[in-house]
């Protein structure tokens, strides 16, 4: 199951703008105090104090009903999303949660479900690496667990937006070989994939039927380079090629995985690179890169 931001806290929200108290369903909100009247002091005021009233320690709250935590943590984070730049809510509430084990990993869990989660209306990469910071560093987690929330905060961090594109190299399907960093094109897609993935093959449908995209590789604005990560697989030799226009290529030495250049958590994972290698859109779905190419023309056709 999968809840958004309840009826409550878009009143609260809308309360905050407007500077009126707050009354929540499923926790006890905190009162903002009078003295609070810009929005985003009030906002960062109600994330900082939301677990104020939430007894963490009652025996009865880690077999409560899911439903009424997940609607109470996903009502915070829209909260929190109101005042960008800071994960300071979430040190808040990981540090005030830490002492008690259970409810700590239904917080994580949902943490992880929301913020990372690739079709999760929340997700918020920003966050979810502020969320790994304090995994990372909290006393009363395991060494295993710390290890495993610094792994993966040390792969969240790699290829972020606006970064440049870690270089890696690739066979293709007639045994030449390629890199990335020569890929020349004013957009590259990378689609890094298995042909044994359903949700891959219907990536591939995706992106293989816009109209933008193709149009953009039959002028030479765009390339798509796709590469599959399983290596050099008699699934990849059998499987249907892609699209012809794509370079159809494969990580024969399995270097991108191994080598953990790119985080592989779930396939397919696509990447929407500038001319300068430089990365636009991480981890997006087809229809996210294919409305960014859209809008981009809009904006050249405007301006011509």
Not at 263 to 269: A, N, T
Not at 270 to 279: N, S
């Amino acid at each position: 199951m999968r809840v958004l931001p309840g009826f409550s806290i878009l009143f609260s929200c809308i309360m905050l703008m407007a500077g009126c108290p707050l009354r929540g369903q499923g926790i006890v909100l905190p009162e903002i105090p009078d003295s609070l009247v810009v929005p985003s002091e009030r906002a960062e005021y109600l994330a900082f104090h939301y677990w104020d009233n939430f007894d963490f320690g009652d025996a009865a709250l880690p077999d409560a009903p899911a439903d009424a935590l997940e609607q109470a943590f996903v009502d915070f984070l829209a909260v929190v999303q109101m005042i960008p730049g800071t994960y300071g809510p979430l040190d808040t509430l990981f540090c005030r949660a830490a002492t008690h084990p259970d409810m700590l990993g239904r917080f994580v869990s949902l943490g992880e479900k929301y913020l990372s989660e690739r079709y999760s209306p929340m997700r918020d990469e920003s966050l979810y690496i502020g969320m790994l910071r304090v995994l990372s560093g909290l006393p009363e987690l395991s060494a295993g667990e710390r290890g495993k929330a610094s792994f993966r905060l040390e792969m969240a961090l790699k290829n972020r937006p606006g970064s440049i594109a870690s270089d890696f190299g690739f066979m293709l399907r007639d045994g030449t070989g390629g890199r990335l960093g020569d890929v020349n094109a004013e957009y590259v897609v990378v689609f890094f994939y298995d042909p044994s993935c359903g949700d891959c093959l219907d990536a591939i449908s995706a992106l293989g039927s816009s109209a933008v995209l193709s149009g953009m590789l039959e002028r030479g604005e765009a390339a798509v380079l796709s590469v599959c990560v399983a290596g050099d697989t008699q699934s990849w030799r059998d499987s249907a090629a892609v699209p012809p226009k794509w370079i159809d290529a494969c990580d024969a030495a399995q270097s991108i995985l191994y080598g953990n250049l790119y985080e592989l958590r779930s396939l397919p994972v696509l990447y929407l690179l500038g001319e300068d290698g430089r990365v636009l859109l991480k981890d997006a779905l087809p229809g996210e890169i294919i409305g960014f190419l859209s809008s981009d023309l809009e904006s050249q056709a405007a301006s011509r």
